[in-house]
């Protein structure tokens, strides 16, 4: 995979995960250690929002820290590190994530056929359209057979598009 597709992802992820506020930070090529504090004030940037964004980055693993107790406050305070050397493989584990996902939503539209109100009121099973008649249980329309194969063939489509990213990145 090219280089600027890695970036791009990366992009997408973070600007998913973390805002706008998240690919400005990211940007930054923060290469030492830092505080939400000094961050703050640099970018004129309330301290929680960019607390907000170093835990997202933190849960995926783009960032870590180490508290110190500050000694003439005793407040604790965070330093913080952007884990730009841990990128590819970030981008890996939310990638396979994204693709169990939408397995399992393949696997469940796969064994089931579902039945929608033509008003849109209910999507409901096989089984429980004969209970009701074949007709909605709100507003007694009749209920209709949804076709899921336009879904699924988009599923699919995402699917091996996430299993090629995948391969260039091992
Ligand atoms: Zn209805």
């Known amino acids: 995979m090219e ?11 973070i600007e998913r995960i973390a805002g706008d506020l998240g690919v400005v930070i990211y940007s930054m ?11 703050s004030e640099e ?27 500050d000694e003439d406050t005793g407040w604790m305070e ?9 990128e590819r493989e970030v981008l890996r584990r939310e ?3 994204t693709r169990d996902k939408l397995e399992e939503k393949l696997r469940l539209e796969d064994e089931s056929i579902y039945y929608i109100c033509i008003n849109g009121c209910v999507k409901v099973r096989y089984e ?12 007694n329309n009749m209920l209709e057979y949804l076709d899921s194969r336009e879904a699924l063939m988009k599923i699919k489509e995402e699917l091996e598009r996430i299993n090629e990213l995948l391969e260039s990145l091992n």
Request: aromatic share 16%.
């Open 3 to 13: 280089l600027n597709e890695i970036d791009e992802l990366i992009v997408e992820l």
């Open 95 to 97: 990638l396979e994530k």
């Open 78 to 86: 965070y330093f913080w590190k952007i884990n730009y050397d841990r």
């Open 128 to 139: 429980e359209a004969m209970e009701y008649g074949f007709s909605c249980p709100r507003c």
């Open 43 to 69: 970018l004129g940037v309330e301290i929680n929002e960019i607390r907000r964004v170093l835990f997202a980055f933190y849960e995926i693993g783009l960032a870590s820290y180490r508290r110190k107790k």
């Open 29 to 39: 090529d923060l290469e030492n250690e830092f505080t939400d504090e000094s961050l």
